[in-house]
């Protein structure tokens, strides 16, 4: 056998299973363009951290970001147009920021709106803040924005309303991501946006799962975004070394080995959600990442998991719901705490001291302090996350044993059948010896790249067609 390529990348999953059908509505989760590791001393040194900076989990951002076209400025990663001017009617109510974003007529379009909650959020730039000062406002308008607020009370408001207080909607700090509910009387900034729903851009947007309208023109009567797969999550019952062989039941009765697949991002997440730092000991947010870095479980058979990045937390949230604003009877409603959780991701305000945190009670985002120690201020919940676009080796034995848990998946099952193959980087031939249908499906993080004349790319999938195939380069992602 040819010497495999010693990276697999982020992680590597081979196991035959029903898996959900690829949905058109999937979505590509970018970057949160955090690229440095932040210490305490503040160093910004990464090897083997588990942060954000190192990870840097998701979908690559085009560059350019952004086109800018007279006063209006393309977003190329998200497909969304925004007005150049970020500051077009100054401060206003939340009533009145819906009308003056819903009637504007410009550069020949007339169909802007004031954008929802993961629109706006699309525009923050995680690791601005180390290198412009003023940060992720100062990045914007260092590629064709004006007027971008930053500072004080510079907030934006979205056309989503809070759940859980109907009189207040969520608004978005510019310059730290702070994700924060406002009494909707109160004046916040406004800025308007177009499009963004179809298209070839590389990371659509998906909707927030609002459907309840409070006013003309907001998130619940618009719903943009790309809808959400019918089947949102799937779980697979596991024990530490693997999936169960009968999918039916839980072979070993606990839940902490299984895991689950969100079939909007493709991305797995451990079904014991409520990690706390209470449990952990003394265990900084720092030396939480470091020791995932190392190597957590085994669960289901995987060892490649790491603490969620901001993007990656906040893809859960539903913003229909609240005490746990996640979608209604999804498979970790008992497990998930109506509280913070950290994410990998350092906080643009003191990013050497605070980290984002994600308040699964309602989708609030705000900064935790990265070295709380238990008895001493509390603590903050980890769930933790494997899958997605990154560089990093795979924590699981060797990349041979990849290779023949591949070809023993496909050798043992009947045709078709499903090989679950997340984020896998090959250089071999691939000798499969009978004629099968075989469906090599990622977690859609990132783009195929494979060379084959044999192999065919269709909607995030890729199918293998039998016999003495050899496979180049091969990415699953």
Known sequence: ?????????????IFFAAAPPVSAGTVNLPQT??????????????????????????????????????????????????????????LQNWSNALSSA???SLCSYEDWRLPNMNELESLFHAGAASLYYGGSAAWLMSNGFESVQWGGYAEYWTSTTDASNVGNAWS????????????????????????????????LIWKTGQTTSYATGDDGNMQMGVSWPNQRFTVLFCNAS?????????????????????????LMWKKAASVYDSDLGVWTWEKY??????????????????LANRKELLSLVDRSRY??????????????????????????????????????????????????????????????????????????????????RIMDAYNSG????????????????LDFASNKTVNLRGGYNCDFNAKNGFTTINNGRMLIRGGSVTVENLIIK
């Not at 010497?3 to 999953?13: D, F, H, P, S």
């Not at 009670?361 to 008895?375: F, H, M, P, R, T």
């Not at 009947?414 to 031939?429: V, W």
């Open 242 to 266: 693997g999936p169960c062989p009968n999918q039916l039941s839980d072979c070993d009765d606990e839940f902490e080995n299984d895991v689950v697949t969100d079939n909007l991002t493709g």
């Open 172 to 203: 978005v700090d510019i310059l730290y991501g702070y994700i924060k509910s406002r009494y909707k009387q109160n004046t916040r900034y406004v800025w308007s946006v177009r499009g963004g729903q179809t298209g070839s851009y590389p990371a």
């Open 323 to 404: 005490s746990k604003a996640l979608l209604s009877g999804n498979p970790f409603e008992s497990y998930v705490a109506s509280d913070n959780y950290y994410s990998s991701t350092s906080s643009s305000s003191a990013p050497n001291d605070y980290a984002d945190c994600i308040d699964m009670s309602n989708g609030e985002v705000d900064a935790c302090q990265k070295d709380v120690i238990v008895g001493w201020g509390g603590g903050y919940y980890r769930w933790v996350v494997r899958g997605g676009c990154s560089t990093m080796p795979v924590k699981i034995n060797s990349p041979e044993a990849a290779y023949y």
């Open 102 to 104: 819903n009637g504007l």
């Open 1 to 13: 056998m040819k010497e495999l390529l010693t990276t697999l990348i982020t992680c590597v999953g």
């Open 414 to 429: 009947a045709s078709p059948q499903s090989i679950l193959a997340r984020t896998i980087t090959l250089e071999e031939n």
């Open 289 to 306: 990442n470091w020791l995932t870095a190392l190597g957590v479980g085994p669960v289901c058979g995987y060892t490649d998991w790491r």
């Open 33 to 90: 363009g955090q690229t440095l590791c932040h210490h305490e001393d503040g160093s910004n040194w990464c090897e083997s951290t588990g942060q954000d900076g190192e990870y840097k989990n998701g979908l690559p951002w085009p560059d350019p970001r952004f086109t800018v076209s007279g006063d209006c400025v393309t977003d190329n990663l998200t497909g969304l147009m925004w007005t150049k001017s970020a500051n077009r009617f100054g």
